[in-house]
């Protein structure tokens, strides 16, 4: 048998360049070689209040997305988190094993915290429930962006003491991430991570951007007080920028070195411009005809929660076994 991958994106905000070539790009590449499932982790987005009809459309967004990154629904399974509603059932089951002081240490919850007034719940339980996503279809291979490293580590931390607890029931997933852009800066701050939730302008190139817009942001972006590029001395604008070179056009370190040092920052924009631009073209091409059919969309759902169930609910079936629930 295969092994399984299972990784997810939450429809919010607008994805971007670091979503691609941290993830997106990678599920594509690996689509054939194991058993997928790619989700639209929506119930992952409600964490922070999301406006219904927005949250209803970038749904069928993010699944566009997906094919038009040449996701195979044939191969793959593209399926909604809230259409199964085992996540929601395992991820309680999870909950109860979980220390909260496990949560409590996560970056991302620490970080999204602090820009709320008031916390809720969800945003706590919300590594819990990735853990669930992964563990009920005992994938053996996550592939993200390094954001998530340490929510996968928690998953693999929480796998564990089930099976201590309760007996072997779960697979212990690996984390698998890009060896180029696995985490994306800011264009306007590269101290920060490129962010769907980041709404300033000069900020991210989003996968839907147009041309114009692309240019504008990329010759924005802050680079450092040198001329030119300098491989030793360089700020982390300007190596930002050499990484998404690098990423899209998947150029050697050797290359690379060759190609840019001592281009100045000018040149250097346009080249990353020239480079985004041409390799966004395509795949916004795929996208508006995907579009054009919401009725296929919608085929390509249904029928991916309809081949994952029968995966999760065998899986819930065991733990309930497993920890004496009623059945
Ligand atoms: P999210 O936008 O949080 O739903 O993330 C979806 C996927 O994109 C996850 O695998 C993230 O790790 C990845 N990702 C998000 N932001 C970045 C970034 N700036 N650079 C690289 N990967 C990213
Ligand atoms: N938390 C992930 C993110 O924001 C999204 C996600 C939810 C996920 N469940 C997952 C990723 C399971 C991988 C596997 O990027």
Same mark, same amino acid.
């Given at each position: 048998?295969?092994?399984?991958v299972? *990784?997810?994106m939450?429809?919010?905000?607008?994805?971007?360049?670091?979503?691609?070539?941290?993830? &997106?790009?990678?599920?594509?590449?690996?689509?054939?070689?194991?058993?997928c !499932?790619f989700? !639209?982790?929506?119930l992952?987005?409600?964490?922070?209040?999301?406006?219904p009809?927005?949250l209803r459309?970038?749904?069928?967004?993010i699944?566009?997305l997906?094919?038009?990154?040449?996701?195979?629904? +044939?191969?793959?399974?593209?399926m909604v988190?809230?259409? /199964?509603?085992?996540?929601?059932e395992?991820?309680?089951?999870?909950?109860?094993?979980t220390? /909260?002081?496990?949560l409590?240490?996560?970056?991302?919850? +620490?970080a999204?915290?602090?820009?709320?007034? *008031?916390? *809720?719940d969800?945003? &706590?339980?919300?590594?819990?429930?990735?853990?669930? =996503?992964?563990?009920?279809?005992?994938?053996?291979?996550?592939?993200?962006?390094?954001? %998530?490293a340490q929510?996968?580590?928690? #998953?693999?931390?929480?796998?564990?003491?089930?099976?201590?607890?309760?007996?072997?029931?779960f697979v212990?997933?690996?984390?698998?991430?890009?060896?180029?852009g696995?985490?994306?800066?800011?264009? =306007?701050?590269? #101290?920060q991570?490129m962010?769907?939730s980041?709404?300033?302008?000069?900020?991210?190139?989003?996968?839907l951007? *147009?041309?114009?817009?692309?240019?504008?942001?990329?010759?924005?972006?802050?680079?450092?007080s040198?001329?030119?590029?300098?491989?030793?001395?360089?700020?982390?604008g300007?190596?930002?920028?050499? #990484?998404?070179?690098?990423a899209?056009?998947?150029?050697? =370190?050797?290359e690379?070195?060759?190609?840019?040092?001592?281009m100045?920052?000018?040149?250097?924009?346009? %080249? /990353?411009?020239?480079?985004?631009?041409?390799s966004?073209?395509?795949?916004?091409?795929?996208?508006?005809?995907?579009?054009? =059919?919401?009725?296929?969309?919608r085929?390509?759902?249904?029928?991916?929660?309809?081949?994952?169930?029968?995966?999760?609910?065998?899986?819930?079936?065991?733990?309930?076994?497993?920890?004496?629930?009623?059945?």
């Amino acid at each position: 048998m295969k092994t399984r991958v299972f *990784s997810g994106m939450q429809p919010s905000g607008n994805l971007h360049i670091g979503n691609y070539l941290g993830a &997106l790009r990678n599920w594509v590449r690996i689509q054939h070689d194991y058993e997928c !499932i790619f989700c !639209i982790v929506d119930l992952h987005a409600i964490t922070l209040y999301q406006d219904p009809a927005e949250l209803r459309a970038k749904i069928e967004e993010i699944a566009a997305l997906y094919l038009a990154a040449g996701i195979d629904p +044939k191969a793959c399974a593209i399926m909604v988190q809230s259409a /199964v509603p085992a996540h929601a059932e395992l991820a309680w089951m999870l909950t109860c094993v979980t220390p /909260v002081g496990w949560l409590e240490r996560m970056t991302q919850y +620490k970080a999204k915290g602090a820009k709320q007034e *008031s916390v *809720s719940d969800g945003l &706590l339980q919300y590594p819990v429930l990735m853990a669930a =996503d992964i563990l009920l279809y005992q994938a053996g291979i996550v592939p993200v962006g390094e954001d %998530q490293a340490q929510h996968l580590e928690l #998953t693999r931390d929480i796998a564990q003491r089930f099976n201590s607890l309760y007996g072997d029931t779960f697979v212990v997933p690996g984390t698998s991430l890009p060896a180029v852009g696995a985490r994306v800066m800011g264009l =306007d701050d590269p #101290t920060q991570k490129m962010s769907k939730s980041a709404g300033a302008a000069g900020h991210a190139v989003a996968l839907l951007d *147009s041309p114009d817009k692309i240019r504008k942001t990329i010759i924005r972006a802050t680079t450092d007080s040198n001329p030119a590029v300098d491989f030793e001395t360089a700020g982390a604008g300007v190596l930002n920028l050499l #990484t998404i070179y690098q990423a899209f056009a998947g150029t050697s =370190d050797e290359e690379m070195k060759a190609r840019f040092t001592g281009m100045r920052y000018g040149e250097l924009k346009k %080249q /990353v411009t020239d480079m985004v631009v041409a390799s966004l073209g395509p795949f916004q091409q795929r996208y508006r005809e995907i579009t054009g =059919d919401p009725g296929y969309l919608r085929e390509v759902l249904t029928e991916g929660a309809g081949r994952v169930a029968p995966i999760a609910n065998d899986t819930v079936g065991l733990v309930k076994e497993r920890m004496g629930l009623f059945r």
